[in-house]
């Protein structure tokens, strides 16, 4: 739970030296956040990590399971 991280851009919110950690291994390994909506509240919590997009149809918000 790293809502320090601003998916969209790859980029940190505000410092946190864990969330900063995760993001540079995901970008290092070229990964890309696919979900691009909010899953609890106003933050991304739930992550899809893809090297290839375009192998991944359109994510989409199911609500509660």
Known sequence: NFRQVNWEGSRM?????????FLEVCTA?????QVDFPTRGGNILDLVLSTQAAQLSKVKDEEKL
Do not use: C, H, I, V
């Not at 919110?13 to 950690?21: C, D, G, I, N, V």
């Open 29 to 33: 390994q070229f990964l890309t956040q």
């Open 13 to 21: 919110s505000e410092s946190y030296r864990p969330a900063e950690l």
